[in-house]
């Protein structure tokens, strides 16, 4: 009934920049929090950006100063502004909304993943 969806991945050359979305669709819920997590091959899946309700983000310390996140609350929509890119930002990257329902039932939601390459 909810669902996450992702877009804005590509190829990109080092130095450039890519804006990645996640809308979250649906009927009757809330969210409480989203982030951006990403995982490389062999690596486990780690928080690359994250906001909550009331505003604060925080951010890994290897993307601090490069990438920004950013909500549209109208839309239920995240975005992740990634500028200055390099190769180790690689890897696919996912969407996550902790979200609450109509009930007040609380529910972790994954995007589908996008994959976002920087290579020259």
């Known amino acids: 009934q909810v669902q996450l969806v992702e877009s804005g991945g590509g190829l990109v050359q080092p130095g450039g920049s890519l804006r990645l979305s996640c809308a979250a669709s649906g009927s009757m819920f809330s969210i409480n929090a989203m982030g951006w997590y990403r995982q490389a091959p062999g690596k486990q899946r780690e928080l690359v950006a994250g906001i909550i309700s009331g505003g604060r983000t925080n951010y890994a310390d290897s993307v601090k100063g490069r990438f920004t996140i950013s909500t549209d609350n109208a839309k239920k929509t995240v975005y992740l502004q990634m500028n200055s890119l390099k190769p180790e930002d690689t890897a696919v990257y996912y969407c996550?909304?902790?979200?609450?329902?109509?009930?007040?039932?609380?529910?972790?939601?994954w995007g589908q993943g996008t994959q976002v390459t920087v290579s020259s």
């Open positions: 996550n909304a902790d979200i609450i329902d109509w009930s007040r039932a609380r529910g972790d939601y």
